[in-house]
């Protein structure tokens, strides 16, 4: 197939040739700091991704988190319940993208604006959600055509329920395979619900809500109230809404604190830290740490139908192509990581472009090579994946220079990056694409050929073959077994 079926077996001619090269370009991973890590440090870092999928500015969930714990504090809330409520407020948008591509095609609009302007939108108000949807579908377009997409919209049924749906249930499973607590899960599931019974997506009345629910919706509304229109806009809204969204408890705390200068000035630079409970903080060892990267991968994969798995693959691919080349366990465990997180970025590009299946304009295609750029600057802001930012930022550039976004050469790319590169590429390949099918194995390496060595490394690519080999082997025993 591609070389000796059982090369492996044999002493691997690459890894010797690669070591010199891998223990000067890596810096070594001190797995030890790892395990003093913060989980909150780590989320709270990382929730920066979601507020781009759901087009808040900067902050939002960790700004929603401090109102929602300071309303905790107003009900002397116990620290089981705090804790609970904590990873909620910070995870509560876990599921944004797992309706972007469907609100994308049947608004035929950017879902990451559709999204922002919606949380200003009281959904009660028949008359406001119809202008809303009136100004957000089909933007730029005329009336006739803005009139025809409402009434797809009107024939899919109760789409908004099922997009609630969709939401809620991937935010409780990420939140699940995070292991935090089936508290912290339901009051994600439950975000969107109302106390008069009116919200989503179970219509749930009253204290049937879980309370950390009640808090969660009640402390990002506020929060998105406060971010655009000040205090005076949040207060507005918590007593129009008091009794139909927002339990009226919840809101008199609110409004409890809403006159306390010294609180909301801190909202300038956020910090929860000091608000996880103390005694039930989670540390991100290295298994949980491996979590939380698998968890937003599978964010950033939901974005889109082509790329159901493409995150998982790519660190799939890289980490066998490592092996190949004699990666030691702490390096193969950083590049699996990168490759798992390359792509966050891709949470700030509209599923407009992300799925068009026609050719890109110039001015689409300078959105999508935007992406690596926020994939560095939200991994860095994580302590536990500050150190592969770069590693997973440049997973786009190229030997020649001709890669993106800041064309890098040669002498910029140590090999995990190439490693990555090549991994990226194959995966992309060998993956249905809105514009073409999947393609076999074998062709997708004679397309990277065209670009070795001068763009992509050639003993990388002769380590994906191999490993490629190493794949096919079980099935081919079966075949002979059989």
Same mark, same amino acid.
């Given at each position: 197939m591609f070389g000796s079926p059982r090369a492996w077996e044999t002493?691997?001619? *690459?890894?010797? &040739?690669?070591?010199?090269?891998?223990?000067? &370009?890596?810096?070594?991973?001190?797995t030890a700091d790892m395990q003093e890590i913060a989980l909150s440090d780590v989320i709270g870092a990382l929730s920066h991704a979601l507020d781009i999928a759901e087009g808040q500015p900067q902050g939002h969930a960790v700004r929603s988190c401090l109102i929602g714990m300071r309303i905790a504090a107003e009900l002397d809330l116990s620290a089981e319940q705090r804790s609970d409520l904590f990873y909620a407020l910070l995870l509560k948008d876990a599921g944004c993208s797992a309706n972007a591509n469907r609100m994308s095609i049947l608004f035929d609009a950017d879902d990451r604006e559709a999204k922002a302007t919606s949380k200003l939108i009281d959904w009660s108000d028949r008359r406001s959600a119809f202008l809303w949807s009136l100004r957000t579908v089909a933007p730029g377009a005329g009336l006739r055509r803005k009139i025809e997409v409402l009434r797809g919209i009107s024939d899919e049924g109760d789409v908004t329920r099922r997009f609630m749906e969709a939401r809620c249930d991937r935010g409780a499973e990420i939140?699940?395979?995070?292991? *935090?607590?089936? +508290? %912290?899960? %339901?009051?994600?599931?439950?975000?969107?619900?109302?106390? =008069?019974?009116?919200?989503?997506? =179970?219509? *749930?009345?009253?204290?049937?809500?879980p309370l950390p629910a009640r808090i969660l919706c009640l402390a990002q509304t506020m929060e998105v109230f406060y971010a655009t229109g000040g205090i005076r806009a949040a207060r507005k809204v918590a007593k129009q809404r008091r009794g139909r969204w927002f339990d009226p408890t919840l809101v008199d705390a609110f409004l409890n604190f809403t006159d306390d200068r010294e609180f909301w000035a801190s909202m300038e630079t956020p910090d929860v830290s000091e608000w996880e409970p103390q005694d039930l903080a989670l540390i991100g060892d290295d298994a949980r740490l491996d979590r939380i990267a698998e968890a937003f991968a599978r964010v950033i994969d939901a974005k889109s139908p082509f790329t159901a798995r493409h995150s998982e693959r790519v660190a799939e691919i890289a980490d066998g192509i490592a092996d190949v080349l004699g990666f030691d366990a702490g390096e193969r465990r950083v590049l699996r990581r990168a490759g798992l997180l390359h792509d966050i970025g891709k949470l700030a590009v509209s599923n407009r472009i992300l799925d068009k299946p026609g050719k890109l304009t110039d001015e689409e295609f300078e959105a999508v090579q935007t992406h690596p750029v926020h994939t560095l600057r939200i991994l860095e802001r994580a302590p536990c994946f500050a150190e592969l930012a770069e590693l997973a930022a440049n997973h786009h550039e190229k030997l020649d220079g001709s890669g993106y976004p800041r064309s890098l050469t040669a002498a910029e790319l140590d090999l995990p990056m190439r490693v990555l590169a090549v991994a990226d590429i194959f995966e992309a390949l060998t993956a249905d694409r809105p514009? &073409? +099918?999947?393609?076999? !194995?074998?062709?997708?390496? !004679?397309?990277? =050929?065209r670009d070795v060595p001068h763009k992509l490394d050639a003993e990388v690519r002769r380590a994906l073959a191999i490993h490629i080999a190493r794949e096919s082997e079980p099935a081919s025993q079966s075949a002979v077994a059989a």
């Open positions: 002493p691997n001619p *690459l890894a010797g &040739r690669v070591a010199a090269r891998l223990k000067c &370009r890596r810096p070594e991973v001190d939140a699940r395979m995070l292991f *935090l607590s089936e +508290g %912290t899960a %339901t009051a994600i599931r439950s975000l969107d619900e109302h106390w =008069d019974g009116k919200g989503m997506p =179970d219509g *749930l009345l009253g204290e049937e809500i514009y &073409r +099918g999947p393609l076999p !194995a074998q062709e997708a390496l !004679a397309i990277i =050929d």
